[in-house]
């Protein structure tokens, strides 16, 4: 930072002190205000005041020595606290720590208790600590001045002040407790309302963008980088290009967290534009050079990335700066694009190079020194080198936490209370490391149980951090983060179950780290909407939260389509704005809720589930199994469970599973062509029954034949229909008629995850059926190249004539229409267009007719209270969407088993039209026959298989439909028809009257004439 960006910066500081401390004079005007007065030390303040160190110090001896004469403690300790500043301020590091510590002393033995000036010390000395770059102490200390002075009689407004702003900063350069910089965030908060000068609000906003990127909140910290940005724009010739810089750089950096290269690498082109225009010679010229190699990293262009690289290297050897952290930084960020380019002694000398430089500044272990660490974990991870890389990674942790605890076996939980991302993230590296040790090392069985007991203990430190995380975003990014510690917990338990002879412990172990590693934010939104059922004595504050929710993700929704046209356009600077302002009001809403509510939810994530609960909540048997799969990087790790039996095998991922997993997807979602049938049955029947046999042959020979199985699918397994899988295939079938499907002979179901308790989905006796069809009529933009569903009109017509309930064709059928009836009826059918969108997580929708608002995303539902007990989307690829690691497929089925419905039917791919119409007239006949969902959607498919010809037996015109959710049976409500045979003796009976009335009529015509 240059001297006059400096002096910029902390003008900034003083400004947003100042409105700070009058905001914080009216929470403490009960204390009277403490200002120490004294005539023989007037010339020293009023010298400091004038920035004439030297002098000033002078003055404070002299009168230091008058107050020892006197035995005036309360002078001496102001005395001494200035000279230390002095000191600092004249450089003379060693001297003013030291006259700092004087200070302190004195003031404990001598003053009261709590005295303001013991604050005073410890603050000024964490400050002197934090422009060292000693974070952790200068945490400490100004922990001790804020602790003082809130137990202190007195108020001191500037010392309050300066508190507040050095406790973020300490905490945050620190990286030490979430909770703590987001309570001092929020304190901050307010002054975004405020009406303060530009350069001081997009300094603040650049903070706030900083420490969301250190929180793991990426859409929070670009939504406070653009709205900074768009201040810069908005103000141009009164901000500082220092200001506008920073605010390009927080918002390259959030899309860079986001992996979104393209973006971050648009935007990092403009900043070093502009600082080359505008301040060519900023310091922090050499740092975007830096980001700009970190981006082209991501984007796998190497030797672009050591270009940077060089670039910052040099900029910093020219300055005379290698003293400078970003000197050790870029060099080490140099090795690892060599590394990337398979340079490895390229590699190695720049690594090593880096850790040399940053041992010369920093004694171990030191925070500065743990990314050095790790790039070398990285360089000998690579290079198949396990045990050196884990001394590595043991070596970046105990720099992380300061302290050396001994074995590297051991998690020091004690001392990591309250970690940060990078903390944990370094501790689950070192983590997945045991397992390639052991597979490379024939290592001892002890290795598994270590591994198993590091991934209970980190997972546990996770969930005590969860809710730092208050938006489905950084919820996304917190559980495909760690779904590695996750992995290497079930790979340790599947390979202990293996050793052990197949004890069913390991079962449990590896079960619960499945779960605990995939949806989270499923869970999270599920119980979020409990959470809102229950507050059933506040109507008001129940709607206000849904409503919020609602906007939230809809603008997060808007956000994303503006940022893939323009990340610098005004529309996505204009959102940002108004999702700032709602997030403010949501924060304000859960924090009266979780006041006026405060066991609300407690128990819902830190509840484990065991075998006993598994097989208790889904009624397991005999003969109805669970089989719940795990995605890891090179293998699928798949647990079965029936009512008295275990299953755990692990499937590798290898080149003739991803093919045949390739080609089933590719033939299920292309209509085949008639003329090349055989070649789609091959192509078909070969990819179905290799899947077969990876993915439910080792669980079913284990567990037996299975009349009933419950699939709780992982990332793209969830666009499987397993129900389609054949189990003998020998390659002289000739028509798909005629495969042994798993569905010929097991009832299959799906979830999307196993901790789902059907129990906690409260559904009340409703109006009966609710129907939606599309016809296409009448309207005119993008719906009208949809096309008319015919099969649309047959299913609701088919539903009118034989169930109770509401049904509304064509324009009838709006979204407005749905949203409103929505909840007042037992089962809803929707036989619209679909649209799956497998970019944006929200967007994938169901199409309505009428209206101009005819899209329904997830997001509508969340505030429709879904009562019903089955949905029906007769529409086409509703069950898809964007799949997220660790969450699965993010689809409109999604969205209602959110919203709480507890059974929804949805489809894997297009639908056609005829077809759908006659499986779901089948299906509908079957449960009302009696017959449980499961067996109902089965039977409905077989039906239509046995009547279907060559073309039409293709699996892509009916196995696309699956079950979700709760399998039980369910009541339709007939419509009351009249019986046949009263209906012919009423047709009579009517007859004859009307015949009657005919000739009474003539006879008294005859008789008047």
């Not at 089955?870 to 969205?895: D, N, Y």
Request: aromatic share 12%; hydrophobic share 35%; proline share 2%.
């Amino acid at each position: 930072m240059t001297s006059r960006a400096f002096l910029i910066h902390m003008m900034a500081l003083f400004m947003l002190s100042i409105c700070i401390t009058g905001n914080c004079l009216a929470q403490n005007d009960e204390k009277p205000t403490y200002i120490f007065t004294d005539n023989r030390i007037s010339l020293a303040d009023t010298l400091l005041s004038l920035k004439d160190y030297t002098r000033a110090l002078e003055a404070y001896k002299v009168a230091l020595e008058t107050y020892k004469t006197e035995s005036f403690y309360e002078g001496m300790v102001y005395a001494t606290e200035r000279m230390a500043f002095c000191y600092r301020r004249l450089k003379n590091d060693g001297l003013s720590a030291e006259t700092f510590q004087q200070a302190i002393d004195l003031a404990k033995e001598k003053l009261e208790p709590n005295h303001m000036l013991l604050s005073k010390a410890y603050l000024n000395n964490g400050i002197r600590a934090h422009f060292k770059n000693t974070y952790f102490q200068a945490a400490d200390l100004i922990d001790s001045s804020k602790a003082i002075f809130d137990r202190s009689r007195v108020y001191e407004p500037n010392t309050y002040q300066k508190i507040i702003e050095y406790k973020f900063y300490t905490y945050y350069y620190a990286q030490k407790s979430h909770d703590t910089l987001i309570k001092y965030l929020d304190i901050r908060s307010h002054l975004l309302q405020e009406p303060i000068e530009a350069n001081q609000k997009i300094y603040l906003l650049n903070d706030f963008s900083r420490a969301y990127n250190y929180l793991g909140d990426y859409k929070k910290a670009t939504a406070y980088a653009t709205e900074a940005y768009r201040l810069c724009l908005l103000e141009d010739e009164n901000v500082e290009p220092y200001y506008h810089s920073d605010a390009l750089f927080s918002l390259s950096r959030s899309f860079l967290n986001q992996n979104k290269y393209q973006k971050a690498l648009e935007v990092c082109n403009e900043l070093i534009e502009y600082t080359l225009i505008n301040n060519p010679n900023a310091s922090n010229l050499r740092g975007f050079y830096n980001l700009k190699g970190v981006i082209l990293n991501g984007l796998k262009k190497y030797r672009e990335a050591s270009d940077e690289f060089k670039k910052a290297i040099h900029l910093l050897e020219f300055a005379g700066k290698k003293n400078n952290p970003l000197y050790d930084i870029s060099t080490g960020n140099l090795g690892l694009a060599y590394l990337k380019d398979q340079k490895p002694k390229l590699s190695k000398h720049y690594l090593d190079q880096a850790l040399n430089s940053s041992r010369g500044k920093h004694s171990y272990p030191s925070l500065h020194l743990s990314p050095r660490f790790r790039d070398l974990a990285y360089f000998f991870e690579a290079q198949g080198k396990f045990r050196t890389a884990l001394n590595y990674y043991d070596s970046a942790f105990k720099s992380h936490i300061q302290r050396d605890y001994g074995s590297i076996y051991t998690i020091p939980i004690k001392s990591i209370s309250r970690p940060n991302y990078k903390t944990l993230e370094t501790l689950i590296e070192r983590t997945c490391l045991f397992s390639k040790i052991y597979t490379n090392h024939q290592s001892s069985p002890t290795l598994l149980r270590i591994t198993l007991e590091h991934t209970d203990k980190i997972h546990h430190l996770i969930l005590q951090n969860r809710q730092l995380l208050k938006t489905s975003n950084g919820k996304i990014h917190l559980n495909a983060k760690f779904k590695d510690l996750y992995q290497a917990g079930v790979w340790a338990a599947q390979e202990s179950y293996f050793q052990t002879g197949n004890d069913e412990h390991y079962v449990e172990q590896g079960i619960k780290n499945i779960t605990r590693g995939k949806s989270v934010l499923f869970l999270e939104q599920r119980w979020e909407l409990l959470l809102l059922s229950s507050i059933k004595d506040s109507p008001q504050l129940r709607d206000e939260l849904s409503s919020i929710i609602f906007i939230n993700d809809s603008l997060d929704n808007q956000i994303n389509q503006q940022i893939a046209l323009d990340p610098l356009g005004d529309s996505v600077m204009i959102l940002n704005t108004e999702k700032m302002k709602w997030n403010a009001r949501l924060a304000e809403v859960r924090e009266t809720i979780e006041k006026e509510y405060p066991d609300a939810g407690n128990d819902f994530f830190s509840r484990e589930i065991s075998i006993e609960s598994l097989r208790a909540d889904h009624q397991l048997s005999s003969e109805k199994a669970l089989v719940e799969y795990f995605m890891g990087d090179s293998a699928i790790f798949v647990v079965g469970l029936s009512g008295q039996k275990t299953s755990f095998h692990r499937i590798e991922k290898d080149e003739l599973f991803n093919t045949a997993l390739s080609s089933f997807l590719g033939e299920v979602n292309t209509a085949p062509d008639s003329r090349e049938m055989p070649l789609h049955l091959q192509s078909f029947g070969e990819a179905s029954h290799a899947l077969y046999n990876a993915l439910l042959k080792p669980v079913l020979d284990d567990l037996g034949t299975m009349e009933n199985l419950i699939i709780v699918p992982d990332e793209i397994l969830s666009r499987v229909p397993f129900e389609l899988l054949i189990s003998r295939w020998s390659g002289r079938e000739t028509s798909f008629k005629e495969l042994d499907y798993l569905l010929k002979d097991t009832k299959v179901s799906h979830l999307l995850s196993s901790k789902i308790n059907f129990n906690e989905f409260t559904q009340s006796q409703g109006k009966g059926m609710l129907g939606f069809g599309y016809t296409g009529k009448g309207v005119a933009d993008e719906r009208a190249a949809m096309g008319g569903l015919p099969g649309a009109l047959k299913e609701i017509n088919f539903l009118r004539s034989n169930f109770e309930g509401d049904y509304y064709i064509g324009n009838e059928g709006t979204k407005r229409q749905f949203l409103k009836k929505a909840g007042d009826y037992d089962v809803i059918h929707l036989a619209l267009h679909g649209i799956s969108d497998s970019v944006n997580r929200y967007n994938s929708a169901l199409v309505f007719n009428g209206d101009q608002d005819y899209y329904m995303t997830s997001t509508d539902l969340y505030r429709t209270r879904l009562k019903s007990k089955l949905a029906v989307l007769s529409a086409c690829e509703t069950g898809i969407g964007k799949i997220s690691e660790g969450e699965g497929s993010f689809s409109i089925a999604r969205g209602f088993a959110i919203a709480g419905v507890p059974a929804i039917v949805t489809t894997l791919w297009k639908v056609n039209d005829q077809a759908g119409a006659s499986i779901m007239e089948q299906f509908y006949l079957n449960l009302q026959a009696g017959n449980k969902k499961d067996d109902a959607l089965r039977q409905a498919k077989l039906t239509y298989l046995q009547k279907a010809d060559n073309l039409s037996s293709s699996p892509f015109y009916w196995g696309n439909y699956i079950l979700i959710g709760d399998s039980r049976e369910i009541e339709l409500r007939e419509k009351e028809n009249l019986p046949w045979h009263w209906l012919l003796i009423t047709v009579i009976v009517l007859g004859s009257l009307g015949l009657g009335l005919r000739r009474l009529s003539r006879k008294s015509f005859y008789q008047a004439s």
